[in-house]
């Protein structure tokens, strides 16, 4: 009996083997299908994608000019290198938004107890989930410095690495808080209720609506409560060429991260999953 | 092989499953079968890992659910209740994602997708997204995913609601096929006959536990028949009424553990010459069902 799917499954390299002489695919391989997966709900609805990668590029060429007069910087000077990163850190703010969503869609379509019962375990699920989001977070990321490279003479003063690491512990940090923010929605109102709020406050608190500069000096001590104010810190600290301010800040974001993510793991764990408790 | 020995679980106040033992060996199919809130779904959900219990333990070929839970669910095919699959992807890219997730790849992959479309009758449908399917094509897609892997243990929970006809069959004969290659198979219906046509054992649920696991046949041994009578002349009915029979319609009914004895009573009194017809229905799972649902079997 099952001699077929038995030889199937003791080829699978990496396997770990049951007393049936069955083999656990590895969690590598089920990794890779959980990504591709979750790849392919992205494609089938890019509406939200495609926004969020192009309103960043068109709202820098916009807040460009306003950051040069607002910051006073001469005719020779880049405005990039503050409009840049704050536009970057407000819009992947909405990415919270995307992930939470696509959490959320899993556990009232049920299919997130149908991966439960699936050899995978939580973090391989939500790890699925935010790989494809963060390669379209590490595109806009892409887009937006690009363009600034390409039409307002932007630099990456400290190197391309340093801004990658930078660009990828902000990532990292805003895919947890949507993980984390859907495990406290139980519907979709209920969840763009708490992204729109704290999207809007971190964002303004931390200073990547207006530069932390111009706020009034009580504001200024709150600021570093925000991630967005480190998200801020390294990718501005990158493209400066402040490459230790940039590492700290990024040490930071992952850290805020790993507690975020691993609050989220837990709370999944303990039963969010359950379509019953929606 | 599956096996269930004292498993306790209370949600707040209500208690889901109160010492509940059950044993599905290899090749045998286990009707769960009781009312609503009596505890199938929630025995499911533990023996797939889903809801932890609070005491006792199942095991599933050897191995713990709750100890080694991964290992577990890589012998598990399982089919929810609810409908549980995702809208804008393609029949055929959930069973290649479950059956991934469950180690088949490539030749193999390929060649179980082509095994379980033909067995739940979706060869047409493969390419379709889910959102595009009547809800009969979506039940069979969600017991395909549960088949994909060839699981040795088999979790069906109500698999048939709002199936029609030829969903049925199709998902019928496929469990059966199944259980015939030796997979232990637990399905929860309230569909009875299905659990005559899947030449199923039969676990009688209620308050938490089994009270009753036997073959149907064992089960509904102690069930009473029903008589069926029409008499030519309608005014002996009131004689027959005096004699504790029931009048349905035009039929005389009486419901009994000794037909022949009852009978011979009742033609005693009317004469032989006045009997239409007579129709001995013998007692069906259906029967021992609604006297479980009316509170009035404790069966074992």
Redesign the interface.
Known sequence: MFTDQQASLRSVPGAAVSRQGRRVPGAARRLVALIRHDALLMRRDPGPIISRLCMPVVLMVVFEPLYRSTMRIGPGGSAAVEAAPRVLVMFSMFAISTVGAALLSERTWRTWSRLRATPARTWEMLLGKAVPLLGVLLVQQALVIGTGFAVFGLRVASGVVVLAVAGLAWALCILACGALAATFARTNNQLSSITDVSGLLLSSLGGAVVPTALMPGWLRVVTPLSPAHWGVQALQGALLGRTGDALVAAVVLVSVAAVLGSLACWRINRGWGHPELL | MLVSEGLRKRYAEVCALEGFDLTVE?GEVVGLIGHNGAGKTTFLEIA????RPDGGRVTV???DVTRQP??V????G?A?Q????????TVR?HLR??G??????RA??R??VDTVTQEMMLTEQLDRRVAELSGGQRRRAQTA?ALI??P?VLLLDEPTVGADPATRDALLAAVRSRAT??AAVCYTTHYLPELERLRASIAIIARGRVVARDTGQRLLAGLPSELRVRLQQPETVAVAERAGWQLVADELRMSTCTPGPDLAELVGRIGPGDLASVVVRPPTLDDLYQRLAAGVSDAG
Not at chain 2, 73 to 76: H, T
Not at chain 2, 100 to 105: E, K
Request: charged share 25%; with cysteine.
């Open positions: 290899p797939s890992g889903l809801t070929c050897g191995l991964r290992q669910r890589a012998l598990l399982v929810p609810e409908l549980a699959l995702y809208p804008r992807i890219e994602l479950f991934r997730m469950a180690g088949l790849r193999a992959l060649r179980e995913i892997h060839r040795p290659e030796g």
